[in-house]
């Protein structure tokens, strides 16, 4: 009989990132260092004056995550792997589960945004790209879509919740740790308001990964929420 109780990643799992917290931050980080450097060294080579768009930053973030992704993959032992790139087959309860976070997310959207801007802080700013034009589809559907939700949740719910638990904090704490530092790295994308969405709704993925003790539900909802994010709503709207 399937059970309603959370199946939280056990110490001997994790045991491998004993000692890690402070290499897992700098992980989580680094792929947004390196999309800024590589924005600010072709700035300097071409003299500035052209304005970066939503493709472009999908483009360069989406290869800074596939070489840190890489670079992590390769980084780790066969049981450190084991833990934070912790795929599994998904049950029905966790798809279920998935599908319901899903649209939770996209209902707290206008609320939370509309919350943020009542207490002045600026409103989000659409993205500013059309998907009439293949090679921009490509590049948002590889970079947003399947590289990001992918590499993201290796790096903050596998491994930095991973070496948070293994030292030994509450998944509570933990969770919440991994929540504030997932929102805040979206301040260079989608400016403050967007930091506090993505906080709010990166309670959603974290509380999955805990829950089933797997990385599946929470890619799964981050890759459907960013495909109906980048690719469905603006091609609607």
């Known amino acids: 009989m399937a059970t ?33 450097l590589a924005f600010a060294v ?24 596939a070489v840190v992704g890489a670079g992590l993959y390769l980084r780790l032992s066969e ?35 509309a919350a943020a801007e009542a207490v002045g802080l600026p409103p989000m700013e659409g993205f500013d790209y059309a998907l009439s034009d293949p090679t921009t589809v490509a590049i948002i559907v590889v970079g947003s879509v399947v590289l990001a939700p992918l590499v993201e949740e290796a790096l ?8 948070l638990l293994a030292r030994g904090l509450h998944p509570v704490a933990a969770g919440a740790v991994v929540v504030v530092l997932f929102g805040a790295m979206h301040i260079v994308s989608l400016g403050p308001t967007g930091v506090v969405y993505t906080t709010v709704w990166g309670i959603l993925p974290t509380a999955l990964r805990l829950y ?17 994010a980048y690719v469905l709503v603006v091609a609607l709207f």
């Open 42 to 65: 072709h700035a300097v080579t071409t003299g500035g004056g052209r304005a970066y768009t939503s493709v472009d930053a999908s483009l360069v973030y989406g290869a800074a995550l």
């Open 156 to 163: 903050f719910r596998g491994y930095l919740l991973g070496a």
């Open 79 to 113: 049981s450190g792997r084991r833990a934070v790139f912790a795929f599994d087959r998904p049950s029905a309860r966790e798809v279920a589960a998935t599908l319901a976070a899903l649209v939770a997310g996209v209902l707290l959207y206008p609320v939370v945004t």
């Open 212 to 228: 089933f003790d797997d990385l599946t539900s929470a890619w799964l909802l981050h890759a459907l929420n960013n495909l109906y």
């Open 4 to 36: 309603l109780q959370p199946q939280f990643p056990s110490a001997e799992s994790l045991a491998p990132l004993r000692g890690r917290v402070a290499e897992s931050a700098a992980f989580a980080y680094l792929p947004i260092a390196l999309t800024s």
